[in-house]
């Protein structure tokens, strides 16, 4: 019998909604799960059994009593650390904030709980999301399911790894410069950086408030989609918030890809790791056989996402941290203090001609989807990296490789979609990253569905 924990939503919901299982017994599974592998994986900063058993016996009242809400009800998730959750402590991954208790809840939270999901805890990252190792040397490494002595990716490493281990059915992430995509990456799951704006940032810990996005993580294509069915929307309480019509996003799921023109910047082949190279090009001649032409286009703006991510990214970092990294420095991550540091070393030209560039790579991605649907490349150019001791350096040099590639669609607030495309010689996942138009996500998931089909790697869970 395959466990409960193993399953997705998609294949859950019809199960909960017939009632041959109830949320109640599919949160035990998966709490006990989380008992008996979560001490090595350390995916969650806190779990809440209590509270997400009293959730499941709710759920499960109103499902018995006919009032079944949807693909959600009775779902368990887990939440990253950095949104807030009223009345439960949250973290951000740092000891600064080791004892915050949030007055209130996040939005995207709150709209996932509505839906009738499960909370089940506040799941690891990387300090602040400073970084995209998930290195913590207050609460422990999140770790990576298919091998532990190696990084999940960051900052959403704990949601990465939770799901590979079967720790949660469905995570939150966030995405500044690639925290969404990098663990879907390295743990072989998918993630989806929405458009800016598209989904609420209200009650989220930032990183950089220009850049920063909330998203879905999930071992399915179909459960990010019905995460962000529930997720996206306007919210007047978050000044990024954009009002835009949203779509169901489960409508072309099964629509195929034949006669989608994808695009292959050269840029993202540059600097591949042999691994990733293989993977990618081998996922390049899949996508012409499920019936896409693949084109190569050029994009010599990208060549400026680099220097205007870095700058804008520790430019409003160390704002947020202004008074903190004068009074609390010592209680910062070696590396996430360097980093926020520098921020402090800039200047408003360089912070300017930044937002400047944003302009120009944004204008120059639009005209390049004049002729392709959606863009490709590897999420990251390197393999997943084992843990290492001088793990300062090391996450300083993963985020040096890693930023060029997803930093991107943060800047131009484009739509990007991880998914996984196989294994490196390690036998650790890779990913290739769909990135698309503003207000594309329904395209994306189309692609990503598709492309699910022929390399199910996500539905495999590890310990």
Known sequence: MTELYSLTAVELGPLLESKEISPTELTHSILERINAVDSTVNAYITTLPELALQQAAHAEKEIMNGLYKGPLHGIPIGIKDNYYTKGIRTTAGSKILSEFIPDETATAVKKLMAAGGVMLGKLNMHEFGGGITNTNPVYGNARNPWNVNYSPGGSSGGSGAALAAGLATLATGTDTFGSIRVPASMCGVYGLKPTYGLVSTKGVAPLAWSLDHAGPMARSVSDLAFMLNVMAGYDPKDPGSIKARIPDYTENLNKGIDGLRIGVPSYYMQGLDRDVEILFKDAIKTLETMGATVVDVDIPELS????AGYVITIGEASSYHYEWLQTRSEEYADDVRIFFKTGVLTNSPHYVRSQQVRRVLTEALKKTFE?????????????????????????????????????PPNLTGAPS????????????????????????????????SAWEKVNPLSRTVHS
Do not use: Y
């Open 304 to 307: 400026m996402s680099t220097f």
């Open 417 to 448: 979609l991880s998914v996984p495309i196989g294994l490196c010689s390690e036998g650790l996942p890779v990913g290739m990253q769909l990135i698309g138009n503003h207000f594309t996500e329904k395209r994306l998931l189309q692609v990503g």
């Open 371 to 407: 002729d392709v649907d959606v863009l490709i490349g590897p999420t990251i150019p390197i393999t997943t990296p084992a843990f290492q001791k001088n793990w300062v350096e090391q996450n300083l040099e993963v985020t040096r490789r890693g930023m060029p590639f997803t930093s």
